[in-house]
Each structure stands twice: as structure tokens, then as C-alpha cells.
């Protein structure tokens, strides 16, 4: 079954750190680039971070450079994104994603409040 799962969502305190997971199956996790998008409630989804297929290029949206690390491991089918000093803005379901798949996960939901 070709699908993604995220996990690591949760409730942090502004100023904490989470670390999302997306784990891949059913395709060769390794040909694709990835994607992490969120959507906050009530707005439209947002793109967050991507990466290549190696892990050598990343990208990120203005509203997380600095604080937010996309990663990977191609060996365990996986991407990462590490989240850094969270502030309540960012709280939203975050979604990883295969673009060229138009594959997406089902969601994890981190929330930032004190």
C-alpha cells in the first residue's frame, strides 16, 4: 500500500521544539523529493519545507527559516522535520507529502500554547 504517516505532533509551550516524522511506503522512498505543508485552522494550507531526494537541497518558507530543519533517511523511509523556539502561530495539522506522487499523509497536529 503506497502511503505516508506522519507522527510526533502535540502540544508544546511557546519557545519549545517538536520533531515530526513521515515514514513512507509502497514506492521507492528514495526517487522523491519531499514536502511538509500545515494548515492552521480556518486557513488554507501553507508550504512549509522541502527536500531533494538526497537530502543535499532544502528549502523553507520565510515564516520558519532559522527555527524549522527538513531532513531525511533514505535507508528507514523517512523525513524529518525538526521545529525549533515554537511560537503559537505555528500551530497547525502538518501534512509530509510526495508532490510528483500527489501522495499525501494524514496529518499530525502540533499545538503551541502555554
Known amino acids: 500500500q503506497v502511503q505516508l504517516v506522519e507522527s510526533g505532533g502535540g502540544l508544546v509551550q511557546p519557545g519549545g521544539s517538536l520533531r515530526l516524522s513521515c515514514v513512507g511506503s509502497?514506492?521507492?522512498?528514495?526517487?522523491?523529493?519531499m514536502t511538509w505543508y500545515r494548515q492552521a485552522p480556518g486557513k488554507v494550507p501553507e508550504w512549509v519545507s522541502s527536500?531533494?531526494?538526497?537530502?543535499?537541497?532544502?528549502y523553507y518558507a520565510n515564516s520558519v527559516k532559522g527555527r524549522f530543519t527538513i531532513s531525511r533517511d533514505n535507508a528507514k523511509n523517512t523525513v524529518f522535520l525538526q521545529m525549533n523556539s515554537l511560537k503559537p502561530e505555528d500551530t497547525a495539522l502538518y501534512y509530509c507529502?510526495?508532490?510528483?506522487?500527489?501522495?499525501w499523509g494524514q496529518g499530525t497536529l502540533v499545538t503551541v500554547s502555554s
Open positions: 507529502a510526495s508532490p510528483h506522487l500527489d501522495l
Open positions: 509502497g514506492f521507492t522512498f528514495s526517487n522523491y523529493a
Open positions: 527536500i531533494n531526494t538526497d537530502g543535499g537541497s532544502t
